[in-house]
């Protein structure tokens, strides 16, 4: 199966930071990446479509300038969480399709951000 | 907005035993997918079921699926201490643009050995 990583896994930063998060997929290509965010016990929510070679399509409420995302190669795409702040603190997941499969979603593991 | 919705379970059996968790969403769907999360990591897929199916296996996993109900249930039968995670079910509206997934909130499962 397909695969993608995420990384780093943990982050632990001080407000006002940037952190960046990176989603790799490994053994394909991936025109399009999800990025999740998922607050303890609560479903994933969508922030934002990682779109390669333009611009990201961002779910309502989500902040474009907070949250940065570049897709800049087929195998890349980045989270930049900018001048964060402790309510920042979450975990975000990224996701792609690998293109023989356009239904089934491959996760990364997971970023865990702690915001000081 | 999310469109799957589980019903709010947290549930807690004996090794061997089933554990059925619930589903439902709002609008007209492409498939519905049940997800696996253990704690602190990443999703991995279980299983799919199309809009045109009604009931699907894999191993120890059944899915059903009622359009007319807008609702999905995933029963595991003769659980393990390793099924312990929590269950998402995602949908893909017919609405939504580039197959994006909309989850649920998820159940609990916590299978004691």
């Known amino acids: 199966g397909a695969v993608v990583s995420q990384h780093p896994s943990r982050v632990i930063c001080k407000s006002g930071t940037s952190v960046k998060i990176e989603c790799r997929s490994l053994d394909f290509q991936a025109t399009t990446m999800f990025w999740y965010r998922q607050f303890p016990k609560q479903s994933l929510m969508l922030m934002a479509t990682?779109?390669?070679?333009?611009?990201?399509?961002?779910e309502q409420g989500v902040e474009k300038d907070k949250f940065l995302i570049n897709h800049a190669s087929l195998t890349l795409s980045t989270l930049t969480v900018t001048s964060a702040h402790p309510e920042d603190s979450s975990f975000y997941i990224c996701s792609a399709r690998p293109p023989w499969d356009n239904t089934e979603a491959f996760f990364g593991q997971g970023t865990r951000l702690t915001v000081v | 907005s999310q469109q799957g919705e589980e019903d709010p379970q947290a549930l807690s059996i004996q090794e061997g035993e089933n554990a059925t968790m619930n589903c439902s969403y709002k609008t007209s769907i492409n498939n519905l997918q049940w997800y696996r999360q253990n704690s602190g990591r990443g999703l991995v897929h279980l299983i799919l079921i199309r809009s045109n199916e009604r009931e699907k296996h894999s191993g120890r996993l059944r899915v059903t699926l009622d359009t007319s109900k807008k609702s999905s249930s995933l029963l595991i039968t003769a659980s393990r201490a390793a099924d312990t995670a929590s269950y998402f079910c995602a949908t893909v509206p017919t609405t939504y643009g580039n197959n994006r997934l909309a989850f649920g909130k998820g159940n609990q499962v916590v299978v004691i050995p």
């Open positions: 990682s779109n390669e070679g333009s611009k990201a399509t961002y």
